[in-house]
């Protein structure tokens, strides 16, 4: 397919703070895009903005927020007069057995990858159809295939995977383009944060290659790009990922049998897995979340 020139175009990108987000609004500001950066870190967010090469501006906004998105999409509109992308990035991640899972953490999981997918493609979609624009869902490895110990995680983005599925076919006849893009374990923090439990990285490390190693975060943005310069329904960040589409039928079978396997023999040691959100991302949303409730006890 032939590539858009991104010069002039305006995108939005969510999760913009760090890892994914940011390289990606780093590399499409490069190409000439206008960036608007969304998420819940304004200091994180307002570092990046200002390092980036062309026109740019930061918002501070829940993504699974109806009305703050909202918000935001009106005011991306007004300061940039279109949007001609958006990047449904952010997300969070759990680990552990759900039987010990906390359920807040776990419903967060759900909340910010697959509602906050939805909540931003709604607030912005108005937009995108004026444009013929490009929505861009930040999917997963764990949306082609599940795993243990990842049980709200994968959830949510096998959920995310099949929303942007749906819209493809809702959307196209108005030249809205929806595309998802497949990440598999990514050096990010969020992948550094779950390796900070050693029984979540020995399990990792004995995944069948290629999908037991961390990838770096450069080639597979790089990837993202190009599938955002070519409106492309489908993004591979890893090239192997590719070929996972055509044995994904098998694979619940073949996890669920290595899966019992393995749960076995670390099952002494799953209690040493911390129930909370992981890595900085996690922890910069449970700090906004504990903000937010601070301040309704006050005004209650």
């Not at 931003?120 to 795993?147: D, H, K, N, V």
């Not at 770096?216 to 943005?221: D, F, H, K, S, T």
């Amino acid at each position: 397919m032939s590539r858009v020139s991104l010069e002039g175009r305006v995108a939005v990108v969510t999760g913009a703070a760090r890892g994914v987000g940011e390289l990606l609004a780093r590399k499409l500001s490069a190409r000439g895009a206008k960036v608007a950066l969304v998420g819940l870190e304004p200091e994180e967010l307002k570092r990046v903005s200002e390092r980036l090469h062309a026109e740019s501006e930061h918002w501070f906004a829940d993504v699974t927020d109806h009305e703050a998105m909202a918000r935001v999409a009106a005011e991306v509109e007004e300061r940039f007069g279109k949007v001609d992308i958006v990047v449904a990035n952010a997300g969070v991640a759990a680990g552990g057995p759900f039987a010990d899972s906390d359920p807040e953490t776990w419903r967060r999981v759900i909340e910010v990858n697959l509602i906050g997918g939805a909540v931003t493609a709604r607030a912005f979609l108005p937009a995108l159809t004026a444009s013929r624009g490009y929505f861009l869902q930040i999917a997963s490895l764990a949306a082609i295939t599940a795993a243990p110990m990842m049980t709200a995680y994968c959830a949510s983005k096998s959920g995310v995977e099949a929303f942007a599925h749906s819209l493809r076919a809702e959307v196209g006849h108005k030249g809205v383009r929806v595309g998802v893009g497949y990440l598999s374990w990514t050096d990010t923090d969020m992948v550094r944060g779950a390796d900070q439990y050693e029984v979540m990285r020995e399990l990792r490390q004995r995944l069948p290659w290629p999908s037991n190693r961390t990838y770096p975060l450069g080639p597979a943005v790089d990837r993202l790009v190009a599938g955002v310069e070519r409106r492309s329904a489908h993004v591979y960040g890893q090239w192997w990922l590719r070929g996972m589409q055509s044995v994904r039928g098998y694979l619940p079978t073949l996890v669920g049998l290595a899966g019992q396997r393995e749960m076995r023999r670390f099952e002494p040691r799953l209690g040493a897995v911390r129930a909370g959100l992981v890595g900085a991302g996690g922890a910069a949303d449970e700090a906004a979340r504990g903000a937010a409730g601070g301040a309704r006890t006050q005004r209650e």
